[in-house]
């Protein structure tokens, strides 16, 4: 076409021994400041000078930014050439009962039963596993670190400060780490399996509608669920 034409026009004018010579010439049409700064310093500055008006010339030939389309030109003719050899695309073919939980889960009817089965669940198991993991903790973790306290510090000013019923390490430290770590750590790994397969997002256009009479859409329902968390 005619921009190959014109970069072919300043091929011919660039030197023999240069390399990449259909390359340098199109960097010459985008005006390229560095490549015009290595042939300045790699060739004499008179004969790269009729090359730079030459390649001036032509680019004012054309409406607009000429780099601009010859790199619009290079991405089509990557999408249409080398893109389709060298990409292959799989075709997934979804399970039925992730599709059909997918489809029921995100129905005004049947996705309301489905949530609340979700909450409940999600419920029992942070109170019962976080309430078992916060058992163990506090067997194999405190009550070692509370008997060696009590054993250097019987009574007083150091047992109570310590480890007393507001004590920094009783109040403080254990009740951050047995306490509050498994209940968090329960339900926010619930809460990445239930993003993972995809829950949230159905969950999302069941609650559209409602939340679409508030203003809002149905993403909101992340942040009001978050919002009636404890805040820790």
Same mark, same amino acid.
């Given at each position: 076409? &005619?921009?190959?034409?014109?970069?072919? @026009?300043?091929?011919?004018?660039?030197?023999?021994?240069?390399?990449?010579?259909?390359?340098?010439?199109?960097?010459?049409?985008?005006?390229?400041? %560095?490549?015009?700064?290595?042939?300045? #310093? !790699?060739?004499?500055? @008179?004969?790269?000078?009729?090359? #730079?008006?030459?390649?001036?010339?032509?680019?004012?030939?054309?409406?607009?930014?000429? +780099?601009?389309? =010859? +790199?619009?030109?290079?991405?089509?003719?990557?999408?249409?050439?080398? !893109?389709?050899?060298?990409?292959? #695309?799989?075709?997934?073919?979804?399970?039925?009962? +992730?599709?059909?939980? !997918?489809?029921?889960?995100?129905?005004?009817? %049947?996705?309301?039963?489905?949530?609340?089965?979700?909450?409940?669940?999600?419920?029992?198991?942070?109170?019962?596993?976080?309430?078992?993991?916060?058992?163990?903790?506090?067997?194999?973790?405190?009550?070692? =670190?509370?008997?060696?306290?009590?054993?250097?510090?019987?009574?007083?000013?150091?047992?109570? %400060?310590?480890?007393?019923?507001?004590?920094?390490? +009783?109040?403080?430290?254990?009740?951050?780490?047995? &306490?509050?770590?498994?209940?968090?750590?329960?339900?926010?790994?619930?809460?990445?399996?239930?993003?993972?397969?995809?829950?949230?997002?159905?969950?999302?256009?069941?609650? #559209?509608?409602?939340?679409?009479?508030?203003?809002?859409?149905? @993403? @909101?329902?992340?942040?009001?669920?978050?919002?009636?968390?404890?805040? &820790?």
């Amino acid at each position: 076409d &005619t921009i190959e034409k014109e970069i072919s @026009a300043i091929e011919s004018m660039l030197p023999e021994n240069l390399s990449y010579r259909h390359e340098v010439s199109i960097l010459l049409m985008m005006n390229d400041p %560095f490549i015009v700064d290595y042939l300045e #310093k !790699a060739y004499d500055k @008179a004969k790269i000078e009729p090359i #730079k008006e030459k390649a001036s010339e032509r680019r004012r030939q054309f409406r607009g930014d000429i +780099s601009r389309v =010859i +790199s619009k030109r290079r991405s089509e003719w990557v999408d249409s050439s080398i !893109a389709a050899e060298v990409v292959r #695309k799989q075709k997934t073919v979804p399970r039925e009962f +992730s599709q059909g939980f !997918a489809r029921l889960s995100r129905h005004p009817v %049947f996705g309301i039963p489905i949530l609340l089965m979700i909450v409940y669940v999600t419920y029992l198991l942070v109170v019962n596993v976080a309430n078992n993991i916060a058992e163990w903790m506090n067997s194999v973790l405190w009550v070692p =670190i509370e008997n060696g306290i009590t054993g250097i510090f019987p009574a007083g000013f150091w047992h109570d %400060f310590l480890i007393g019923d507001y004590g920094i390490l +009783s109040l403080g430290l254990a009740n951050a780490i047995i &306490t509050v770590l498994p209940i968090l750590s329960v339900f926010f790994i619930l809460l990445h399996i239930l993003e993972d397969i995809g829950y949230l997002s159905n969950l999302s256009v069941l609650t #559209k509608r409602v939340f679409e009479r508030l203003g809002l859409s149905g @993403a @909101a329902i992340m942040p009001l669920v978050l919002g009636f968390g404890c805040k &820790t």
